[in-house]
């Protein structure tokens, strides 16, 4: 039995995110077979003629993209990495692409072994919205000041409690988290924030960006994040920013 590694890219915006969610009936609201998950297995089992089991290193909500995800499963198969690549995205959507097959060692997990993840949060800042962006893209027309941004954004580097930024889940998780990096950049018109941790709580990042943008445009002054950061009051925070702007980058091991 082999331990394969999958690197995947995929467009969220048609999918109720990357997890099928157990016990939970479809409905017009949600349809598991509208999850990465479940496309990915469906397909691998076609390929494989066995029964697949993913683990993802991180489930993204639903919208929410990914350039490379990482998921891992046992499997008995003999068949060329390059083969099994080709067969799978012969199959796959156009949105879901595996980009790497590679094999793992026995003991690897795409979500334990993970030592951090990347993910962006883009913005486009201009006084027009982009037809072709607007699924991937957040449309903010309010100028920014994208230096005060950066200024604010570095109290959040290292480990803090981050329960100002920790959406309401019917399983509370310990608050604590470690942000190894956090770079904000333009291009333009284009607005990128990129934030590395060691794990993310539920909408950490979409919060983090909602807060930065109410900085950035003005509404909250300087020194705003520090008092949020300590008040641990998710409602000081700015608002959650839609999943469309957000990405998984990279999962590092």
């Known amino acids: 039995m082999s331990n394969f590694k999958l690197e995947i ?7 109720h995110g990357w997890q099928v969610q157990n016990g939970v009936k479809a ?20 390929v494989l003629q066995e029964e697949i089991k993913l683990t993802v290193a991180g489930r993204t909500d639903s919208g929410v993209h990914a350039f490379a995800q990482v998921a891992n499963f046992k499997s008995s198969s003999t068949m060329p990495l390059r ?13 879901i692409k595996i980009t790497r097959i590679t094999h793992a060692e026995a003991g690897f997990n795409s979500r334990f072994s993970a030592k951090s993840k990347l993910y962006r949060y883009t913005i486009l800042n201009r006084k027009y919205s982009s037809p072709l962006l607007s699924g991937r893209v957040y449309f903010f027309h309010h100028p920014l000041d994208v230096r005060l941004m950066r200024s604010e954004a570095k109290v959040l580097l290292g480990r803090h409690n981050f ?14 988290r470690t942000i190894k990096r956090i770079r904000i950049s333009k291009d333009k018109h284009m607005v990128n924030i ?3 941790a060691d794990s993310f709580l539920y909408n950490m990042v979409r919060n983090i960006a909602g807060t930065l943008l109410e900085i950035g445009r003005g509404r ?3 020194g705003s994040m520090r008092k949020i950061l300590r008040s641990r009051n998710r409602k000081l925070a700015g608002p959650v920013l839609p999943a469309k702007g957000l990405c998984l980058v990279k999962v590092k091991y």
Do not use: H, M
């Not at 890219?9 to 999918?15: I, K, Q, S």
């Not at 100002?164 to 998780?173: M, P, V």
């Open 9 to 15: 890219e995929y467009d969220g915006t048609r999918y």
């Open 220 to 222: 909250f002054p300087r």
């Open 83 to 95: 083969r099994l690549r080709w067969a799978l995205n012969c199959l796959l959507p156009e949105d």
């Open 194 to 196: 990129d934030i590395e």
């Open 163 to 176: 329960k100002s930024f920790q959406a309401s889940e019917l399983r509370q998780r310990n608050p604590l």
């Open 27 to 46: 409905s017009a609201l949600y349809n598991p077979r509208k999850t990465i998950q479940y496309v990915l297995e469906r397909v691998l089992r076609r």
